[in-house]
């Protein structure tokens, strides 16, 4: 979608739905719903879609991506690769339910493309937003 030079078969990166994921990881949840609400109007805003599924899966999904830190450690670069496909699997799940297309062996074959592609790229995205994010105690992550 982003990037179509770099496609591999049917499978592209995800730049937006990468960072939310990694972005989801380190911040509390509530920051995470406000971040997958601007990744979702962005989506939507650049692709001429449906807004409204498009914020809501964002949200839901970035939601409770951001609560995976009760269950691995965020601050092992190894959660970066669960986030990584969690969230979007849980991001197009919700938008395929909004908004269901006809197409869905192709729309799921290039989203389990898309979700091994940007878990390749996870490790870098993960190193790169926790170095810009402010670090942040854990009682800060579930304060908010």
Same mark, same amino acid.
């Given at each position: 979608? +982003?990037?179509?030079?770099? &496609?591999? @078969?049917?499978?592209?990166?995800?730049?937006?739905?990468?960072?939310?994921?990694?972005?989801?990881?380190? %911040? $509390?949840?509530?920051?995470?719903? +406000?971040? @997958?609400?601007? %990744?979702?109007?962005? /989506?939507?805003?650049?692709?001429? &879609?449906? !807004? @409204? =599924?498009?914020? !809501? =899966?964002?949200?839901?999904?970035?939601t409770l991506?951001? #609560?995976?830190? *009760?269950?691995?450690? $965020?601050? /092992?670069?190894?959660?970066?690769?669960?986030?990584?496909? !969690? *969230?979007?699997?849980?991001? /197009? %799940?919700?938008? #395929?339910l909004?908004?269901?297309?006809?197409? =869905?062996? %192709?729309? +799921? &074959?290039?989203?389990? @493309?898309?979700?091994? #592609?940007?878990?390749?790229?996870?490790?870098?995205? #993960? +190193?790169?937003?926790?170095?810009?994010?402010?670090?942040?105690?854990?009682?800060?992550?579930?304060? $908010?």
């Amino acid at each position: 979608m +982003w990037a179509p030079r770099l &496609q591999i @078969g049917v499978a592209l990166p995800d730049f937006p739905l990468l960072v939310l994921a990694c972005l989801a990881l380190l %911040t $509390n949840p509530n920051t995470a719903a +406000w971040a @997958g609400f601007l %990744t979702g109007l962005l /989506h939507a805003s650049m692709l001429e &879609q449906t !807004v @409204g =599924s498009f914020i !809501v =899966s964002r949200v839901l999904a970035a939601t409770l991506t951001a #609560y995976l830190p *009760l269950v691995v450690s $965020n601050r /092992h670069w190894l959660s970066a690769l669960l986030a990584a496909a !969690v *969230l979007p699997l849980l991001s /197009h %799940t919700f938008y #395929y339910l909004a908004a269901p297309n006809f197409g =869905s062996s %192709t729309y +799921w &074959q290039a989203v389990l @493309g898309s979700i091994v #592609y940007n878990m390749v790229l996870a490790i870098p995205a #993960y +190193w790169l937003v926790r170095r810009i994010m402010p670090p942040a105690s854990e009682d800060d992550l579930w304060n $908010n």
